[in-house]
């Protein structure tokens, strides 16, 4: 991807010899792109280009060519990576007026041109409409979405194009290198590490500092390795954090290389992050071609090499000593070895382990000092942390809010809330392995950190946010993580590989409404010895979603179990719909959108479901506006 | 360090695992996956011992875990018992006729019975699997992941690496693992499967087959040079220990009259 036309494109790519000349470098990129000229911004992450942001971009670069500027300044079409407002995808922000568009389509690119680069007006339809007051919200930065956030890591996403190193070195890429290879010691650089209190972006939370410390202890050949083999369902964090702001993440990995003593990194990618990949393989050429990363960084001396590695599709290799294991070219399994890979991992050598996000927060903790970092977030969980926010939720995306943020905050402030006036009943956190949280009860204010979510039985893992309504099924949703888990697991432990199997077998047989009364005992003894006896971190949180939903959600295990009734309409053979003859208007929608044919009843009547011919696809509940389907 | 387990104070070198010190000590730990010649590999769990070090007291398993400091360790806590229970209830469903099984759920208190019955037969130990690495001609993998996890053979072909030294039969702690010497081959059967066919030798004396026909290259290799004892291999080992009695016995009775006849030595 490339651009049409500005001064930016006329500096040269250069060697820089010094971290001054990094400074003078960018000093000349700033001074060459005015902030007031006009720009088109398209989102061009994952998410986006599913939905069809490269076919705008192609449509922009069409329109604006054949539209006549008549000495206006032509504008610059940017693709950027993920935003992080995916649902509102694709997305367009025209700068300088921050005006937003979201659902932008080929078809509307015309009218963009004309109307907004060209005429200076909003096209209106385009805009952001406000879940509460549903008047026109044209800037960006008012949308509750954005302004509830706090980006540290995030916040060149969206204004930088990945492929352009000069476009990231304008927004302040490897200014903390320059600065630690000229200002600081290796020392210096973890004491300040540890002093903004970063524990690990990946989900355990390890003290990034004190992991640091240790492996710059070691004697030998050091390894910085990133963990980018993101694999929580729903997750995506660190994808957006690569296909968006590439040399953040390779910018951190340098400094943890200068602050252990390493010379050599890996990034161990997802296969199926295809694009992530591309951008760091362009990211990684353009830093060492510019003296950024490779042999004598900067003229100083310091050389750091970093390679990719991608995964072969296996959740477990996320695993630490599992990634090791694959990334040495062996079969990914975890070591059952109490040792710790700052003292022997990658290929038996000290090696330091951290999540891309964990990395990401350094530059910027190098750059404004730990202190500053620190006063980010709560006493014990300082910073920011991504959320890749799904589910139930009006606003789906990635988010980053400060640490000790309420959940409230979180599905209501930023989420927006719940589709379909449904009612919020739990969130889950920590991905395939957390923890269901039941929010109308008493966790809607808890503040999200470390120990906070720990507390309730859940976890805050890499990120992941799913939103549960009230149509959801919690026994269902135990059943579906620990199926996952089971296709996921090693297989080398019993504990996690039996337990795991048994435990599905018994929420499966309870969804399918032949529960018995030992279930729940099983379930729990299963649950807690799975935790206990297993091998790696997978094993020892496997049974999380199983025993945070029987803590919170017991009575809707004993009306599966007892009653033979799954109370939120979803395990199919333990409900059926009804018509509620009172309430039902005989509107005949529903009957309409029956797929069976399973609805009959004349207009302004009461209707009726044949139960025979229900397939119960939900379509008839969803449907009704009157509240006249009944889940019995 | 001072180390005590189940409450008795005894000596250990710093680095030496728990089960290497409680056997030592005549302390029973069981285990199902670990033999002391091969790197432990904390498959089973069944080892697993509650253990405090600086005030924080947690589960590891004892085949693999160092000792570095004070500790105290506790073998048969009750959460260690209750876990040793299911593991057993659980590996058995897999291989229901165990017999090393059935001593330990007779000890730890475990219903034979608990879950429905499968046909593994394997307890997924991975000995078999070490073994063969160390010892063997690596043609044992353990393929598959989760609950498909196995020990098989790779692409799950017969091998035609393997040595045929029967080490994986002799180690499977629930003897699913046969050798069967049949017509001049051996057979390795590993749950019911042909895993691979080795020639067998014919002594060149007594007409007997007496061991596989394998390239001993990589066997030298790892002995290293010393060590690996001088045989005779056209020979089977009874006719070899005739043969070298027989050589004995005349260098000392020179001046006596010839022997019985023996076979081996008309090659």
Redesign the interface.
């Known amino acids: 991807m490339g651009s049409t036309s500005a001064t930016i494109d006329n500096i040269p790519i250069v060697r820089l010899a010094s971290p001054h000349d990094l400074v003078e470098y960018r000093k000349a990129l700033v001074a060459s792109s005015d902030p007031d000229s006009p720009r088109v911004i398209v989102c061009c992450g994952t998410g986006c280009q599913a939905t069809g942001s490269v076919e705008v971009i192609e449509a922009l670069r069409t329109a604006v060519a054949e539209a006549g500027w008549d000495g206006k300044v032509l504008p610059r079409i940017k693709p950027t990576g993920c935003h992080g407002f995916c649902s509102r995808g694709p997305l367009v922000i025209i700068e300088p007026q921050d005006l937003f568009y979201q659902h932008v389509t080929p078809a509307d690119v015309p009218e963009i041109v004309t109307q907004t680069l060209l005429g200076g007006q909003p096209v209106k339809r385009l805009l952001y409409k406000s879940t509460e007051s549903k008047g026109l919200v044209p800037h960006s930065r008012d949308i509750p979405f954005y302004s509830k956030q706090t980006r540290i890591v995030l916040k060149n996403i969206g204004r930088i194009d990945p492929f352009e190193i000069k476009d990231a070195l304008a927004h302040g890429a490897y200014l903390g290198l320059a600065k630690a290879l000229t200002e600081l010691s290796p020392k210096q650089v973890i004491d300040e590490v540890t002093a903004s209190k970063l524990r690990g972006r990946g989900g355990a939370g390890f003290p990034t500092g004190v992991k640091w410390q240790s492996c710059a202890r070691q004697e030998g050949t050091r390894y910085v390795i990133c963990n980018a083999d993101e694999g929580d369902p729903g997750a995506f964090m660190d994808r957006s954090l690569l296909e968006g702001d590439p040399h953040r993440v390779l910018e951190g990995m340098a400094l943890a290389a200068y602050a252990i003593g390493s010379q050599r990194g890996y990034i161990y990618c997802r296969a199926e992050y295809p694009l992530a990949v591309r951008t760091l393989i362009a990211a990684i050429r353009q830093a060492e071609g510019m003296g950024l990363l490779g042999d004598n960084i900067l003229g100083t001396g310091f050389s750091f090499h970093v390679s990719i590695s991608t995964g072969a599709g296996a959740f477990i290799c996320g695993e630490s000593s599992a990634l090791m294991s694959s990334l040495e070219g062996k079969v990914g399994r975890p070591r059952a070895k109490y040792i710790r890979s700052t003292e022997r991992g990658f290929r038996d050598s000290p090696s330091n382990l951290n999540n891309v996000e964990t990395y990401a927060n350094v530059p910027d903790i190098i750059l404004h000092g730990g202190e500053w970092y620190a006063s980010h977030g709560t006493a014990r969980s300082a910073g920011t942390k991504v959320f890749a926010l799904t589910g139930n939720v009006h606003n789906v995306g990635l988010v980053e809010v400060p640490m000790g943020i309420s959940l409230r905050e979180i599905v209501f402030g930023i989420g927006g809330g719940i589709p379909n006036k449904k009612e919020l009943k739990a969130v889950q956190t920590g991905g395939p392995s957390g923890g269901c949280i039941p929010i109308p009860k008493k966790f809607i204010d808890i503040k999200v950190g470390f120990g906070t979510l720990a507390e309730v039985g859940s976890m805050m893992g890499s990120g992941g946010m799913i939103v549960m309504d009230e149509d959801t099924c919690m026994v269902e949703v135990a059943r579906y993580f620990i199926h996952f888990l089971v296709e996921e697991s090693c297989g080398q432990c019993s504990p996690c590989r039996e337990g795991l199997i048994r435990m599905l077998e018994i929420l499966t047989r309870i969804t399918q409404g032949e529960g018995r009364d030992s279930d729940l005992q099983d379930l729990e003894e299963i649950g807690t010895f799975t935790n206990n006896f297993s091998l790696c971190g997978l094993g020892t949180s496997a049974a999380n979603p199983v025993i945070s939903t029987i803590r919170y959600f017991r009575e809707e295990y004993e009306a599966h179990i007892r009653d033979r009734k799954c109370p939120a309409g979803i395990c199919k053979s333990l409900f059926h719909y009804e018509i509620d003859p009172e309430t039902c208007t005989g509107c005949g929608l529903c009957l309409k959108r029956c797929p069976a044919g399973a609805i009959t009843g004349e207009k302004k009547m009461a209707h009726r479901i044949h139960q025979e011919a229900c397939i119960k696809c939900m379509e008839c509940y969803k449907s009704c506006k009157f509240k006249s389907i009944r889940i019995l | 360090m001072k180390i005590l387990i189940n409450g008795k104070e005894v000596t250990a070198e710093p680095e030496q695992t728990i089960v290497e010190v409680a056997r030592r000590n005549g302390v029973f730990i069981p285990t199902l996956c670990h033999v002391p010649a091969l790197e432990?590999?904390?498959?089973?769990?069944?080892c697993?011992v509650e253990i405090t070090e600086r005030g924080r007291t947690r589960?590891?398993?004892a085949c693999?875990?160092?000792l570095r400091g004070n500790a105290e360790i506790q073998t048969e806590s009750e959460?260690v018992r209750?876990?040793r229970k299911?593991?057993i209830e659980?590996?058995y469903?897999?291989c229901p006729d165990s017999s090393a099984l059935r001593a330990l759920a007779e000890r730890y208190g475990a219903r034979l019975d608990r879950?429905a019955p499968e046909t593994k037969e394997c307890?997924?130990c991975?000995l078999c699997v070490r073994v063969c690495e160390q010892v063997g001609g690596n043609v044992l993998a353990?393929c598959?992941?989760?609950?498909?996890?196995q020990v098989d053979t790779s692409f799950g072909r017969p091998a035609d690496t393997c040595i045929g030294c029967g080490a994986c039969a002799q180690i499977c702690p629930v003897e699913k693992i046969k050798i069967e010497d049949v017509d001049g081959e051996r057979r390795v059967i590993v749950r019911g499967k042909e895993a691979a066919r080795v020639p067998l030798r014919r002594c060149s004396a007594c007409g007997v087959h007496f061991g596989p026909v394998i390239d001993l290259k990589p066997v030298l290799a790892r002995a290293g040079e010393k060590g690996v004892p001088d045989f005779n291999r056209d020979v089977c080992p009874a006719c070899s220990r005739r043969s070298l009695a027989r050589r004995l016995a005349e260098r000392h009775y020179e001046q006596h009259e010839p022997g019985p006849h023996d076979p081996a030595e008309e090659r």
């Open positions: 432990p590999a904390a498959m089973c769990r069944v697993t589960l590891v398993t693999n875990y160092p959460l209750q876990g299911l593991i659980l590996l469903a897999r879950f307890i997924m991975g353990l598959g992941r989760g609950v498909e996890i």
